[in-house]
């Protein structure tokens, strides 16, 4: 498949630094990847395979994210790095692009959301490089779609606080749009594209998938970036009393588990 970007979207992806294409994976793609993401959410925790991160909501502990999925999922290795999703990543970057990393953000009903941040600072082996979320769920701002402020990607690093998010008087001050998605569609994002997204406030999941491309010419570093993952959360430790860390950035808000 030849994959063709209208000189609109390319206007829209240039001046936003995001763009969001409804009805991007067929239904027949939609149905597979919600039974994976299921089958997924079934998965044992596991110390050196999967990565699963909890939170605390309402009705118990649930699952907040789960990463590292490539090498145990056949069905989602095929869509990830074949095919129309790196082919579109690379079309929107201007040269080939390989999967950096992949991550299901399952946003239970209570599940925390997510501080305004550029993800560009969790991601330091690669410069170039866009993130792709497929919504799973219908996403809403009522069960914590994502909001971005437009036209800020080319500004590089914002200013950031000491948990690598954007600092909040600033963010206060941005103008925030929600992308509401339906299941299926797809959002193409700038890493340096600030975003944010509340809590889920509904009795429903609200599912996505992500996944972030660097251009090939600055190698397929997937593996290092995990194993430095790995070992900076076991070094950090992945949750104080306060603070639930999930990623090189403090930008998760869900609650730490609570132990007996
Ligand atoms: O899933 C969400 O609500 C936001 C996710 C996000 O921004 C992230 O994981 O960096």
Known sequence: MTISITRAQQDQWQQTGYLKLTGFLTPDETRNLRDWVEEISEWPASDDQWMHHFEQTPAGIRLARTEYLLDFHSGIRTLLTSGKIPEYAGSLMGEPAVLYKEKINYKYPGGGGYAPHQDAPAYEFIHNHITCSIAIDAATPENGCLFFAPDLHRQGLLHLDEHGCIEPEFALTLNWEPVPMQPGDALFFSSYAPHKSPPNKT???RRTLYLTYNALAEGDRREEYYADKRRSLAEIGQT????????????FKGKPVERS
Not at 240 to 251: F, V
């Open 203 to 205: 009795e429903q999941p």
């Open 240 to 251: 104080s009393a306060e603070k639930l860390q999930i990623s090189k950035i403090g930008h």
